[in-house]
């Protein structure tokens, strides 16, 4: 069965910190999708990145950048110099013929940036 | 043209009532899905829609009506809700069903159910 964990519930930061969320996922498929996702305060999930399993390389979009790892089964997320709009619930989710290709969603993590 | 339009944003209503969710996609998607989401809880997959046929329904109550009228549209009649059925629905879509392209999320319509 496939499971996506995201181990930490809230982050809450200094604006201009950099901060790391974890995303571990569990699948049998070789092949399979990782996404992540944001969602402020207005509801709307603003999709961030799509990663297929045979792409390991790390990804970076000005501030934002992941670290796929599937040695650890694990696609963290990182954003430099957070800023008080990143503000909002991240989810991490993991799509695959497990599944049925429907998204497998994590618990989510929200994050606090203070100014 | 890359968004997918919800309406209404909010909507409260009666347990006794029939309202109904509108969505709207102009990016040529062929699959459209439903989500409810609780607060405080990822999305829970409803209804998916592909090629305007129904092939997924979730084991959701028959109170809650999903209809494709076309490509581009998808709606989600309600009626007789229980207040627990409060929760902000969300309206995604794909490019295909199956596809493991990216969804695109609609910002949703937060219902209360009074």
């Known amino acids: 069965a496939q499971k996506v964990t995201q181990a930490q519930t809230e982050i809450s930061v200094v604006e201009k910190e950099d901060v790391t969320l974890d995303c571990v996922y569990e699948t049998r498929d070789t092949t399979y999708y990782l996404f992540w996702y944001k969602q402020p305060p207005s509801g709307e999930l603003v999709f961030l990145i799509r990663?297929?399993?045979?792409d390991e390389q790390n990804e970076i979009s000005g501030r934002y950048s992941w670290n796929f790892q599937k040695s650890t089964s694990s696609f963290n997320f990182t954003i430099t110099a957070s800023q008080v709009v990143d503000s909002a619930v991240y989810f991490c989710?993991?799509?695959?013929?497990?599944?049925?290709?429907?998204?497998?969603w994590g618990a989510g993590t929200k994050l606090i940036i203070k100014p | 043209d890359t968004e997918v339009t919800q309406t209404p944003k909010h909507l409260v209503m009666g347990m006794t009532n029939k309202k109904s969710l509108k969505c709207e996609q102009h990016?040529?998607?062929?699959?459209m899905y439903w989500y409810k989401q609780k607060a405080k809880k990822p999305p829970e997959l409803m209804f998916v829609?592909?090629?305007?046929?129904?092939?997924i329904n979730e084991s959701v109550p028959s109170r809650f009506s999903p209809e494709c009228p076309n490509s581009s549209l998808l709606n989600l009649h309600l009626h007789a809700l229980q207040p627990e059925d409060s929760a902000l629905y969300l309206c995604a879509s794909s490019q295909v069903y199956r596809g493991n392209y990216g969804y695109t999320f609609g910002s949703g319509t937060r219902l209360t159910v009074v």
């Open positions: 829609y592909s090629y305007e046929k129904l092939s």
């Open positions: 989710a993991l799509s695959g013929m497990d599944s049925n290709y429907q998204l497998i």
């Open positions: 990016m040529g998607h062929r699959a």
């Open positions: 990663r297929n399993s045979f």
